[in-house]
């Protein structure tokens, strides 16, 4: 039962298939921040997949490289990212040994880049059989302004994408 304004349902996943599918081994679960790892958590609590899978975690995080070209400005950007990847591993790290406690093979993956582009490298990378992401659920002018890492990747998804809120 999927969720509406009046049911006390929670709202349903959505997977999205681009063809056959197979097996689902290998997951990858991209991570925007923390109410994404919760979300995700709560969602791989419930124990979706009847065979076992190895999950990916990924986080993305934009290059702070200068339009403008410089020694002193790219060296200052440069040191940014080194301590931006740090703490986003550290991040991940704590997501993945959640995952290890609820019975999951996981390992994280920390990079730079832009999310869409980043997450289809990596799924093609990784050979995944599903990417499995949260959704905001964002409506209207809002999706117009901000975008949709989802919409983006359902034009160009190698795999299924499983889609919860």
Same mark, same amino acid.
């Given at each position: ?68 070209? /410089? ?18 591993? /550290? ?40 990417? &499995?992401?949260?959704?905001? /659920? ?7 302004? &901000? ?19």
């Amino acid at each position: 039962m999927c969720h509406t304004a009046s049911s006390p349902w929670p709202p349903c996943a959505t997977l999205i298939v681009n063809g056959p599918v197979k097996a689902m081994k290998q997951i990858l679960l991209p991570l925007q921040g923390l109410s994404d790892a919760e979300a995700a958590i709560r969602f791989l609590s419930l124990k979706p997949f009847h065979d076992p899978v190895e999950v990916t975690l990924l986080t993305v995080l934009p290059s702070t490289q200068p339009p403008w070209p /410089g020694d002193a400005a790219a060296a200052a950007a440069e040191k940014l990212e080194e301590q931006a990847l740090h703490s986003a591993r /550290g991040y991940i790290e704590s997501v993945t040994e959640r995952l290890h406690a609820l019975g999951y093979q996981a390992r994280g993956i920390a990079v730079l880049g832009t999310p869409s582009a980043m997450i289809l490298q990596e799924a093609s990378n990784l050979r995944s059989d599903l990417i &499995l992401m949260g959704t905001s /659920g964002r409506q209207g002018i809002t999706r117009f302004v &901000l975008g949709s890492v989802s919409h983006a990747l359902l034009h160009k998804m190698p795999c299924p994408v499983l889609a919860f809120h």
